[in-house]
Every structure is written in structure tokens, then in C-alpha cells.
């Protein structure tokens, strides 16, 4: 059962593979034209390698902030459309009130406490954190990036 202490994912293939090769690559690369300029050697190669190694280093952490900025799409929508069922009222008063990791923190909240928490958030100004301890109807989330 996912709460607030395991709601954190990690994706081994991404996490502990691809940017870690990718960093190694990069610091790899840039050992080698620290080596090159000490040494007097062509440095065209070289940099040309760091250049490759950066763009390389890049794929993994370009690729993670475009799926992020589209989750928080989704959850922006999502919590206008429980918004919504729940009061039959526009969420944009409410949303204009509440910082995007407010919304996200929020969306952890079952239909009972979401607008009572939703009100002490805006009104004490909660960091997410402390919104997501507040929570005590758990909504699972297994399907985030």
C-alpha cells in the first residue's frame, strides 16, 4: 500500500543505469581533455568528444523534465476535474491560491479531506511536504513517472 513514507519513485533503468553511464561518459570525456591540454596534445578530438558527451549526458535528464512537466499536465487537470465532481464549482479560484506543488501534494488526498485540506493549505500557506503528512486517506498513485 503506497503512503506518505514509499510514494517516492525510482526507475533502476534510469536511476542507477543510464545516468550514471552517461555522467561517467561526460566526467570521462572531460578527463581526457584536462589530459590533453596538459599534455600538448590535438585538442580537436577531444573536445569534439566532450561536446558528444555532453549532448549525451543531456538525453536522460531532458527526457525526465519533459515527462514531469507533462504529469503535472495531468495532475492540474486532474485536480480540476475532482475539483469540479466534487463541488460543481471551477477549480480556478482555488488554483490561482495554490502553488503547483500544493496541487500535486493535494492530489494524495481522498474525496473527504481534499477540500478541508485544500482550505488549511491555502489558509496556513503548507508546504507540500506537510500537505502530504496531512493526509490520512492515502490515494495510491502507481502510474506517475
Known sequence: MQNYKNHRRL????HFVLVPITLLY???????????????EELAPTIQQLMGALLFASFP??????????????????MRQRYFELTGKSFKE???????????ALRFAGDAELLPLMDRAIKEKMKADDIKKAVTDW???????
Open 26 to 40: 561526460f566526467f570521462w570525456s572531460l578527463a581526457n581533455l584536462i589530459h590533453g591540454i596538459m599534455g600538448g
Open 139 to 145: 490515494q495510491e498513485d502507481r502510474h506517475r513517472v
Open 11 to 14: 526507475y533502476p533503468f534510469h
Open 61 to 78: 535528464f531532458l527526457a525526465r523534465i519533459y515527462a514531469l512537466k507533462n504529469q503535472n499536465r495531468i495532475i492540474r487537470l486532474e
Open 94 to 104: 482555488k488554483e490561482s491560491q495554490l502553488r503547483l506543488s500544493q496541487i500535486i
